[in-house]
């Protein structure tokens, strides 16, 4: 069955990086899109970046634009967000989501947490 | 950018009732881009409805999707216990890819 595991939160000070992981299985990985979609705590859905099936397109929402990006492996079936001079305002739980054309995004991970704190 | 508004923020209803949730877009919505998600506390969001009315695999006839352009509704039509939770819409055809700010379907 579709799996999808993300892996790489916790807590960081302001200004630090981290680099989450979204391990897939389950599924033709290079055949997907992929996003990446945040949940600040007990507020709405967020989406925040895209890359497609091949790596070839990329996009952010303009508030992680500049301080994040969006990869891939396809050979390792595994997507990653590098998120640079966090903020406490990026403080939300992230999930990687697939994206299967007009069905929308059909498949979510359990989410990761991410905690910008001093 | 396109700006999806949910209404109403909070809806409380009693099982066994219809429920009746909105989201209208800043600017026309292709329908084939349109879907709506459902998130239990604790829980990713869970796809409900693609393509403005077409339900994802697995879903129970009694929700349904219907709408075009700028005004889309998703129709519970006998509230179940497990079906109180949190609905958003989202637009996927231009970036970025916003959601709805939700509505809480709550127990009355």
């Known amino acids: 069955q579709v799996q999808l595991v993300e892996s790489g939160g916790g807590v960081v000070q302001p200004g630090r990086s981290l680099r989450l992981s979204c391990a897939a299985s389950?599924?033709?990985?290079?055949?997907?899109?992929m996003h990446w979609v945040r949940q600040a705590p007990g507020k709405g859905l967020e989406w925040v970046a895209v890359i497609a099936f091949d790596g070839s397109i990329k996009d952010y929402a303009d508030s992680v634009k500049g301080r994040f990006t969006i990869s891939r492996d396809n050979s390792k079936d595994t997507h990653w967000l590098q998120m640079s001079n966090l903020r406490a305002e990026d403080t939300a739980v992230y999930y990687c989501?697939?994206?299967?054309?007009?069905?929308?995004?059909?498949?979510w991970g359990q989410g990761i947490l991410v905690a910008v704190s001093s | 950018e396109i700006v999806l508004t949910q209404s109403p923020g909070t809806l409380s209803l009693s099982p066994g009732e219809r429920a009746t949730l909105s989201c209208r877009a800043s600017q026309s919505v292709s329908s084939s881009s349109l879907t709506w998600y459902q998130q239990k506390p604790g829980q990713a969001p869970r796809l409900l409805i693609y393509?403005?009315?077409s339900k994802a695999t697995g879903i129970p006839d009694r929700f349904s999707g219907s709408g075009s352009g700028t005004d889309f509704t998703l129709t519970i039509s006998r509230l179940e216990p497990e079906d109180f939770a949190v609905y958003y819409c989202?637009?996927?055809?231009?970036?970025?890819?916003?959601f709805g700010q939700g509505t809480k379907l709550e127990i009355k």
């Open positions: 989202q637009q996927f055809g231009t970036s970025p890819y916003s």
């Open positions: 393509g403005a009315s």
């Open positions: 389950g599924f033709t990985f290079s055949g997907y899109g």
């Open positions: 989501a697939r994206y299967s054309g007009g069905y929308g995004f059909d498949y």
